[in-house]
């Protein structure tokens, strides 16, 4: 049911998904430009197109009534961000204990212009020993994708910039709040 909704969601859009279903069990995908509340909804549907069931960390004050139900079906774990949180080894201790798990991270981290990204997912990827999906919206092309998946070497600095070049051609809704710089 999901997939179809998406996919009439999708259709209604005018955006098409342009990548195989992914066949691991466990990763983290992350999703870049986020610049629009938009992202957050093409992005659902593109996941469940291709049959991802992504879980994602939100801020806490999302999963409030009366739309808390709603986060929390689509795959939200809420995180009190007023709170020092180890949410790296919070989610590496969740990819140990699951025998599947798609964590889903938008690491801009927020809807407005950042200076640098927050590598979370990277250290969360090398904690666990599992590879990072780049997955993108581009709007300029109304297309969603995983560009490349791969399994992080520890060698930060490379593979950052492996991260950042990827993205580079990506077009987001908003250019003026988009830094494609990493680091």
């Known amino acids: 049911m999901k997939k179809l909704v998406s996919k009439l ?27 629009s509340n938009w992202d957050f909804i093409i992005g659902r549907c593109f996941g469940y197109m ?13 999963f ?3 739309y808390g139900w709603i986060f929390r079906l689509l ?20 990819f140990k204990s699951s025998k599947e798990l798609v964590l889903g991270l938008a690491p801009e981290g927020s809807r407005s212009r950042v200076e ?19 997955a993108y919206l581009d709007y300029a092309k109304k297309e969603a994708g995983i560009g490349e998946m791969f399994l992080p ?3 930060i600095q490379k593979d950052l910039q492996k991260i950042e070049d ?18």
């Open 9 to 35: 969601i999708l259709y209604m859009l005018g955006w098409k998904v342009v990548s195989d279903i992914p066949t691991l069990k466990k990763y983290v995908i992350i999703v870049s430009p986020h610049t």
């Open 50 to 62: 291709l049959e991802i069931e992504a879980k994602y960390l939100g801020k806490s004050q999302l």
């Open 64 to 66: 409030r009534f009366p």
């Open 75 to 94: 795959g939200g774990i809420p995180v009190d961000r007023s709170k020092h949180n180890n949410l790296v080894a919070y989610a590496i201790d969740l």
């Open 116 to 134: 640098k990204w927050k590598l979370g997912f990277y250290h969360i990827a090398v904690g666990a020993n599992i590879p990072i999906a780049l």
């Open 153 to 155: 070497s520890g060698a």
């Open 166 to 183: 990827f993205y580079k051609g990506i077009s987001p809704k908003y250019s003026e709040k988009y830094n494609s710089k990493i680091f």
